[in-house]
C-alpha cells in the first residue's frame, strides 16, 4: 500500500500550497508521516514529519516557520502546508509512514519510512 501524495503545482515566489497525502485500502492513523522532497541530482532529503502518538512535529532548519505539517486522523489525511515559498523550495514531494521504534534523532532518515508512492511536483518560480 502506498500514500499518495497530491497537491503541488507552480507559484510564484512567496506564495503558498497545501499539499495531502492519503492512502487508498489502508488506514495509516495510528502511524507518524513525514514529507521528503527531492530534485534532480540530489537525496531526497526530510522536510517535516509528525509523530503518533501525540502529534508532535519537526521540521527541516530550511523550512521552519514557513511550513506546517498536521493531520486529520478522521480522514486519514496528513497535510503539509507551505507558505513563504522560495526557489529552493522547488521539487517533487513524497509522503510516507514513519518506520514503527523511530527515535526522535532519526525521523530525518529516508530509511525510517515506508510506503512510499509518487510524489507531487512542486514548482516555485517568477
Known amino acids: 500500500v502506498q500514500l499518495q501524495a497530491s497537491g503541488g503545482g507552480s507559484v510564484q515566489p512567496g506564495g503558498s500550497l497545501r499539499l495531502s497525502c492519503a492512502a487508498s485500502g489502508h488506514t495509516f492513523s495510528r502511524q507518524g508521516k513525514g514529507w521528503f522532497r527531492q530534485t534532480p541530482g540530489k537525496e531526497r532529503e526530510f522536510v517535516a514529519a509528525?509523530?503518533?502518538?501525540?502529534?508532535?512535529?519537526h521540521y527541516a532548519d530550511s523550512v521552519k516557520g514557513r511550513f506546517t505539517i498536521s493531520r486529520d486522523n478522521a480522514k486519514d489525511t496528513t497535510y503539509l502546508q507551505m507558505n513563504n515559498l522560495k526557489p529552493e523550495d522547488t521539487g517533487v514531494y513524497y509522503c510516507a509512514v514513519v518506520r514503527a521504534g523511530t527515535i526522535l534523532s532519526s525521523l530525518r532518515d529516508v530509511g525510517r519510512y515506508d510506503n512510499w508512492g509518487q510524489g507531487t511536483q512542486v514548482t516555485v518560480s517568477a
Open positions: 509528525i509523530r503518533y502518538p501525540g502529534g508532535s512535529t
